[in-house]
């Protein structure tokens, strides 16, 4: 159980468009999602937290007009990545926690590998 | 002073040992305490939850939790080459759905 997609796991952009990923809880209902970021070899930066139907909590030093967090459902969240420059390179990692264990729990998906040349 | 602290490592054992792991930390307030694992380019994966503390086991793995040293550990007993990943420890408070992570220690198992 408590089982987390995301797609796509890697994806390559061109400089100025956007690239949109989708965070999917599969065998719970998550009614809290977060976004996080990882750099190589670093441990992971907490990027947003969202909760359904509500508008994303953002960390401080994240640009919410460019990192767009929508959690439509309570098994969906996506990330849109509005204009990509190279420097937005990075893993995107989700996680959720909600009715699978505990509020306290978060369970991670695969994460996504962005490259924006 | 970060929140959490964990060696970084890296951490070489051979097959069969036993795999010590180790975070520090300062926020008297943490009662939840996970120990992820994450494999090179894949997100985390929950081994063990523990609330307050105590021991807890699951197959080769154990965790402590000493609150009032603020301290807490994962063991991995007989630990084979596919347990080489990194190993994340992770708290958060009561009703604080954010989690604090550690650096998270790289540990190779040689066969």
Known sequence: ?117 | QKEVEQDPGPLSVPEGAIVSLNCTYSNSAFQYFMWYRQYSRKGPELLMYTYSSGNKEDGRFTAQVDKSSKYISLFIRDSQPSDSATYLCAMSALGDYKLSFGAGTTVTVRA
Request: glycine content about 6%; some cysteine.
């Open chain 1, 1 to 117: 159980g408590a089982v987390v997609s995301q797609h796509p796991s890697w994806v390559i952009c061109k400089s100025g468009t956007s690239v949109k990923i989708e965070c999917r809880s599969l065998d719970f209902q998550a009614t809290t999602m977060f976004w996080y970021r990882q750099f190589p070899k670093q441990s992971l930066m907490l990027m947003a937290t969202s909760n359904e139907g509500s508008k994303a909590t953002y960390e401080q030093g994240v640009e919410k007009d460019k990192f767009l967090i929508n959690h439509a459902s309570l098994t969906l969240s996506t990330l849109t990545v509005t204009s990509a420059h190279p420097e937005d390179s990075s893993f995107y990692i989700c996680s959720a926690s909600g009715d699978s264990g505990t509020q306290e729990t978060q369970y991670f998906g695969p994460g996504t590998r962005l490259l924006v040349l």
